[in-house]
T-cell receptor, first 112, second 112 residues
């Protein structure tokens, strides 16, 4: 119940295409869902985050779609660029805790 | 630069060695985390400190010993490690009342 399941494990997208990464969870106590971007040799950096009271959040080319009833959320990267090539992690945190549960990561490669 | 620094960036040690990892943040945060990142596995939370008090110990073996002398510094003391402990060890910090964690670049540990 503490898991966050992420898919796909890897993704190859053409420049200008849409990259979509999906995550699913079981614990209904989760109330904060961030996405992190990690480049080689760097630590993860927060990209965008959402709370379950909204169904979508957009920041530039990055959008989170959230489906509370299905317990799923996804990251959409519009107009994908080679500079977006990185590993992306979804995560979830239960209300009132300090504990973040991470997905296994998706390695995205955007072809020029 | 995220404001969270980790030293050393790379460490090779034998199973009988004792070494320490250091994390430092000057962001005014009061919660600090140690994570283990292994290939194709989710980030594993190891320890959480809030205002220098340990609030989470995620069933970590005793060969890993954390120390948080103040809100700006976090150490991970290592002794008698196993080859399967080889991984990227990430430190993160945040303001207790806020959601966003800030990660350091990690220490790449290799246990021979």
């Amino acid at each position: 119940q503490q898991q966050v399941k992420q898919s796909p494990q890897s993704l190859i997208v053409q420049k200008g295409g849409i990259s979509i990464i999906n995550c699913a969870y079981e614990n209904t106590a989760f109330d904060y869902f961030p996405w992190y971007q990690q480049f080689p040799g760097k630590g993860p950096a927060l990209l965008i985050a959402i709370r379950p009271d909204v169904s979508e959040k957009k920041e530039g080319r990055f959008t989170i779609s959230f489906n509370k009833s299905a317990k799923q959320f996804s990251l959409h990267i519009m107009d994908s660029q080679p500079g977006d090539s990185a590993t992306y992690f979804c995560a979830a945190r239960a209300s009132g805790t300090y504990k973040y549960i991470f997905g296994t990561g998706t390695r995205l490669k955007v072809l020029a | 630069e995220t404001g969270v620094t980790q030293t050393p960036r790379h460490l090779v040690m034998g199973m009988t060695n004792k070494k320490s990892l250091k994390c430092e943040q000057h962001l005014g945060h009061n919660a600090m985390y140690w994570y283990k990142q292994s290939a194709k596995k989710p980030l594993e939370l190891m320890f959480v400190y809030n205002f220098k008090e340990q609030t989470e110990n995620n069933s970590v073996p005793s060969r890993f010993s954390p120390e948080c002398p103040n809100s700006s510094h976090l150490f991970l003391h290592l002794h008698t490690l196993q080859p399967e402990d080889s991984a990227l060890y990430l430190c993160a910090s945040k303001v207790t009342t806020k959601d966003t964690q800030y990660f350091g670049p990690g220490t790449r540990l290799t246990v021979l």
